[in-house]
């Protein structure tokens, strides 16, 4: 079993954590690096349609909050009633769907009294519902706690989390990143989630995993009908797999990047004949681009990228170095520095004082031999395929095929 898998049955399974009674008045913490896919686990694999359905059918409500530019408690209350409100209704018209953006808006534009009186207006109706269904055992999900404003502080946000728990008796869940918090605030988190979390899960896919609940994002149509949004990619699902997996990427946003740019290819190049090998070109030179903001371009003569041929005095030696000690079995940091520190003894004594040179510049060598070398991105193909390639993930404009 995944680990997707197990959090999905630990929650949501037959006799679920979140289904049961015993998770009433608790905070649960969904964990995990940066980008890893948890907000995307999250909506498609546990918080779907079938459990706010029997949520509503148990007179019970699910609220999601995005603490994103959330600068204030009462943004963040006004989110939560307008939520359990439109998930009570079963509808949602204009006003529910941007409560707390539009009164917000309003204000800051000088609108002061049209935004009061909107709030006024609609908060009676609006708490009074909300507060029915939360007080039955409802599901509050807050997400984006790294995108919070600072004027927000920790501790009384944690406050008001666990006072939301003791209160009406619902279910917090809290997703965030393993390393979200620094300094001061690291210390605040770390104190405070010990007293106010009564339940930690780590969220750790693998590669394919993450993959997979990115590849079968589903999406409505214009006619409501459910499609998946990267059907046409279908055919060379395991080639992206695997070439993704050759690179260890664990990043959600980076996939949907690729799977979105190796989209518009297809549907614009015609080229048939070598279109595996083109796609697998195109998502090395993307996910380099996407990690390390540089294209790699360089003519027949020198086989160098141009980044590299700006320093002159770079010795031929150290360009040996590298190609002697790279190897696809040693792709990992502590290598790369032991091959830096090499490359520093050994050409220190033809650099004289230009040793600050292998730091600025060897980064660059290392991530093209990684390229060039270990993962063969260019490999069987043409030199004006590659520079179509290098132009559409560098501009972002790909010109179709005639």
């Known amino acids: ?23 009433n008045g608790k905070v649960i913490m969904l964990s995990g690096v940066w980008g890893s896919g948890k907000t995307h686990f999250w909506q498609n694999k546990i918080a779907t349609d079938d459990l706010k359905k029997e ?71 609006i708490e009074r519902t909300a507060l029915k269904r939360l007080e039955n055992g409802g599901i509050i999900c ?16 944690f406050g008001f989390i666990t006072q939301l728990t003791l209160n009406f008796q619902c279910k917090v869940v809290i997703i965030l990143n393993d390393d979200v918090f620094e300094g001061k605030e690291k210390d ?38 459910t499609r998946f949004k990267y059907l046409k990619l279908r055919k060379y699902r395991n080639k992206i797999l695997n070439t993704i997996e050759e690179t260890k990427e664990l990043n959600a946003r980076i996939y949907i990047q690729v799977l979105d740019n190796l989209s518009e290819w297809i549907e614009n190049v015609n080229n048939e004949e070598k279109r595996e090998i083109i796609l697998r070109c ?53 290598y790369e520095l032991e091959v830096m520190e090499i490359l520093k003894n050994s050409v220190k004594e033809e650099l004289n004082n230009n040793i600050e040179s292998i730091d600025q510049y060897g980064k660059y060598f290392w991530i093209f031999f990684k390229y060039y070398k270990i993962y063969k991105y260019k490999e069987n193909v043409l030199k004006q395929e590659l520079e179509k390639i290098n132009n559409f993930i560098e501009t972002g404009i790909l010109i179709k095929d005639d």
């Not at 898998?5 to 399974?13: A, C, S």
């Not at 509503?56 to 009462?74: F, N």
């Not at 807050?142 to 946000?157: H, V, Y």
């Open 282 to 334: 195109l998502i090395l030179v993307h996910i380099n681009f996407i990690k390390n903001h540089i294209i790699f371009k360089y003519d027949d003569k020198l086989k160098l990228p141009i980044i590299l041929r700006s320093f002159n005095n770079f010795p031929i030696k150290a360009i040996n170095i590298f190609e002697n000690n790279i190897d696809s079995s040693f792709n990992n940091i502590q």
């Open 1 to 23: 079993m995944t680990n997707q898998e197990r959090i999905k049955e630990y929650l949501i399974g037959k006799n679920g954590y979140l289904k049961s009674d015993i998770s």
């Open 188 to 225: 605040v988190f770390s104190n405070v989630k010990e007293k106010t979390v009564s339940k930690f899960l780590n969220y750790k896919p693998e590669v394919e995993e993450l993959f997979k609940l990115i590849f079968f994002q589903k999406y409505k149509d214009k006619k409501g009908k």
């Open 55 to 125: 949520l509503k059918s148990k007179a019970e409500v699910y609220s999601y909050i995005s603490l994103y530019g959330k600068s204030s408690i009462e943004e963040i209350v006004n989110d939560i009633f307008s939520q359990a409100y439109y998930s009570a209704i079963g509808g949602q018209n204009s006003v529910t769907k941007g409560f707390s953006t539009f009164t917000k808006r309003m204000a800051r534009f000088g609108s002061k009294k049209v935004a009061n009186g909107l709030k006024e207006e609609q908060s009676d109706n």
């Open 142 to 157: 807050f997400d984006d706690f790294e995108r919070k404003s600072k004027d927000i502080d920790l501790n009384d946000l």
